[in-house]
């Protein structure tokens, strides 16, 4: 292969492997939202359990409170009592006291269970808190993992980028120009495989003389519909009969 294809061909190896790393690093939070999703749903389940808690506190509340202003009621009735001139008003008293003794009774009925409801509410916020406990670690994990992963490719990026420089610099202006060019137009490929008369860039096919100076090579083919800089690499097997006869 020409010198100056063999160099463009390996610049972009280069730059298809920094595409491909800069998109892992790229896609790398939408991967930890995804994973992320049990411990947000944890949260959620412990913040729903925790209103239900405090609705059930402030509802018991509400009885206590009823249950000691029936009580002073109750108080008043019977403090009453003694200035109760006739039966009638006795009998009418004592109704009205009982009445109000059966309310205090029917809050306390209430506050019973209530406070069943909260007990058992607290046992399902034990187990609530203990999923939430165990999807933060999970995602705690997960974010040491990915940020050791991102720093590892980050690596991977900054020696891949020193090979490019050292490649790119060997490369002739006008020619690593051209290159970068097709490099923004074609979406991250500039250089492409002719195969079987085709284009490995935009699949179209390769005018038949076109495509045997391609194989002949020694200097630059460009694709006539997208315009990528084509090589040709001879298969296994023929490099195979050419060394046979050398
Ligand atoms: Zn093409």
């Not at 390996?10 to 999703?37: V, Y």
């Not at 187990?127 to 705690?140: F, Q, S, T, W, Y």
């Not at 490995?200 to 390769?206: F, K, L, Q, R, W």
Request: some cysteine; hydrophobic content about 35%; charged content about 35%.
């Amino acid at each position: 292969m020409d010198e100056k294809l063999h160099l463009l061909v390996e610049l972009q190896k280069l730059d298809s492997d920094i595409l491909t790393l800069r998109l892992k690093i790229d896609s790398m939070p939408s991967h930890i939202a995804a994973e992320e999703a049990p411990y947000k749903e944890a949260v959620k389940a412990f913040e729903t359990a925790r209103q239900q808690q405090l609705s059930l506190e402030k509802k018991k509340k509400d009885k206590e409170r009823l249950i000691e202003d029936l009580t002073e009621k109750i108080r008043k009735l019977k403090a009453r009592s003694s200035e109760i001139k006739t039966n009638k008003e006795y009998q009418a008293n004592l109704k009205e006291v009982e009445a109000v003794e059966a309310e205090i009774s029917s809050a306390e009925d209430d506050i019973l269970s209530i406070m069943e409801v909260i007990e058992a509410a607290s046992k399902s916020t034990e187990a609530d808190n203990a999923r939430l406990a165990e999807a933060k670690a999970g995602v705690e994990a997960l974010n040491k993992k990915k940020e050791k992963e991102i720093r590892f490719i980050e690596q991977e990026l900054l020696s891949l980028k020193e090979k490019r420089k050292q490649f790119s610099e060997r490369i002739e202006p006008d020619l690593y120009k051209l290159y970068m060019n097709l490099l923004k137009s074609g979406r991250g490929l500039a250089v492409a495989e002719a195969k079987k008369e085709r284009c490995g860039g935009c699949n179209m096919n390769i005018p038949p003389q076109l495509f045997v100076e391609i194989k002949l090579g020694g200097t630059i083919f460009q694709c006539p519909q997208c315009r990528r800089i084509l090589f040709y690499e001879k298969p296994a097997l023929e490099n195979n009969e050419t060394a046979g006869r050398n």
